[in-house]
């Protein structure tokens, strides 16, 4: 195996590792875009019920 052949294996393992990254990472946003999403609504919620109250 020349350099050439190393050159191309070694740019496909790090393109590889680069979409696994990327992949890693919209899930984080995802998780995080839910949670804030869920806090958003329990927060109107939480206003809601403080108005019925009185509060």
Do not use: P, T
């Not at 195996?1 to 680069?18: A, G, S, W």
């Amino acid at each position: 195996m020349d350099q050439n052949d190393e050159d191309h294996f070694r740019r496909i393992h790090l393109v590889q590792q680069v979409d696994r990254a990327r992949e890693l990472v919209e899930h984080y946003f995802d998780g995080i875009h839910f949670y804030i999403d869920q806090i958003e609504k329990d927060s109107r919620e939480i206003g809601m019920l403080n108005e019925r109250l009185g509060g």
